[in-house]
């Protein structure tokens, strides 16, 4: 598709067990985010890949998260542990390279519902 | 740190009158300032963004938003609203050139009465 796939689209599992949520970024955008909406609430930043790399992970709440994106493309948010505060729309966008960000946007996707029973 | 404030938390406007969402940012240096829509279940639309140069910046939709650094103020303008504008408004604050880090407000939601 033309635009940035998150899967699933909604999630339900039970505290304390592990998740993953994946984001199929723009292909050839080579920035990748990923921000966490709670309810009622503005996108907050988790963290930032530019291509493989985690450019800036400044945003993970603790060390119960963790994400990935072995090949530049592809990324998958790791939550181990899981706590009912986890709970909130987590949202992946992608861009161009940051270098060139005066003309390139951050494009979302519809983001990934986790609810934590 | 950049921070975002959007003071009204609901608004609702009647179709066709012209609407003013509000956005206050602290930023250090010449920010660079976003608008993103939202509607139920969906990710975010960029309506406009602001880098430099004209202060009056035109968007998608008929949106356009005006950038007054005396006031760090970045508010949201349109002249006449759609029952199709119903949505979440989020304002942000960009990066600068070294980190990455995107700050969102916590969003206006707009309400269009028929």
């Known amino acids: 598709g033309a635009g940035v796939s998150q899967t699933p689209s909604n999630k339900v599992t039970e505290k304390g067990k592990y998740v993953e949520l994946r984001c199929d970024p723009i292909?050839?955008?080579?920035?990748l985010y990923w921000y966490r909406q709670s309810l009622g609430q503005g996108p907050e930043f988790l963290i930032y890949?530019?291509?493989?790399?985690?450019?800036?992970d400044s945003g993970l709440p603790n060390d119960r998260f963790f994400a990935v994106r072995p090949e530049g493309s592809v990324s998958t948010l790791k939550i181990q542990r899981t706590e009912r505060g986890d709970s909130a729309v987590y949202l992946c966008?992608?861009?161009?390279?940051?270098?060139?960000?005066?003309?390139?946007?951050?494009?979302f996707g519809d983001g990934t519902r986790l609810s934590i029973l | 740190a950049q921070s975002v404030t959007q003071p009204d938390i609901h608004i609702t406007v009647s179709e066709g009158a012209s609407l003013e969402l509000r956005c206050n940012y602290s930023?250090?240096?010449?920010?660079?300032l976003f608008w993103y829509v939202q509607s139920p279940g969906q990710g975010l639309q960029l309506l406009l963004k602001?880098?430099?140069?004209?202060?009056l910046v035109q968007g998608i939709k008929g949106f356009e938003a005006e950038f007054k650094r005396s006031q760090s103020s970045f508010n949201l303008r349109k002249p006449s609203v759609h029952w199709s504008d119903a949505a979440e408004y989020f304002c942000?604050?960009?990066?600068?050139?070294?980190?990455?880090?995107?700050?969102f407000g916590p969003g206006t939601r707009l309400s269009v009465l028929p």
């Open positions: 890949f530019q291509g493989t790399g985690a450019a800036d």
């Open positions: 602001y880098f430099s140069g004209d202060t």
């Open positions: 930023y250090g240096a010449t920010p660079y």
């Open positions: 966008a992608s861009s161009l390279w940051w270098r060139t960000y005066s003309n390139q946007p951050q494009h």
């Open positions: 942000a604050v960009g990066p600068d050139n070294y980190g990455q880090n995107f700050v």
């Open positions: 292909s050839g955008h080579t920035a």
